[in-house]
């Protein structure tokens, strides 16, 4: 699961939270070069990437770049919106 948490909710957090493992993950400054390789993908109507993305540095000179991929209701089996936006399904949630 991703969240994107704003700095003052970040720090709400770590100030509720014991130390240890998770507040080390919380307090893990961004890649420096994030924004390098978020600007160096190819986007689309289909495919954007936020500036602030995450990452994961692959073994050779590269690295994964989280994007977002728009997928269609028709695509993924699901019926269509009504008109005021409001899809006509309950709940889809995995």
Do not use: C, Y
């Not at 994107?4 to 919380?26: F, N, T, V, Y």
């Not at 990437?49 to 990452?55: A, E, G, Q, S």
């Amino acid at each position: 699961m991703w969240i994107r948490l704003e700095k003052d909710e970040l720090d709400q957090i770590l100030k509720s939270i014991s130390e240890g493992p998770l507040a080390e993950k919380l307090r893990k400054p961004m890649d420096p070069d994030t924004a390098a390789f978020a600007a160096a993908v190819q986007t689309s109507d289909d495919l954007e990437v936020d500036l602030d993305t995450i990452i994961s540095r692959g073994d050779d000179d590269g690295a994964f770049v989280m994007t977002w991929t728009w997928v269609s209701n028709e695509r993924a089996g699901l019926p269509p919106s009504n008109d005021d936006g409001e899809e006509l399904h309950k709940d889809h949630s995995l």
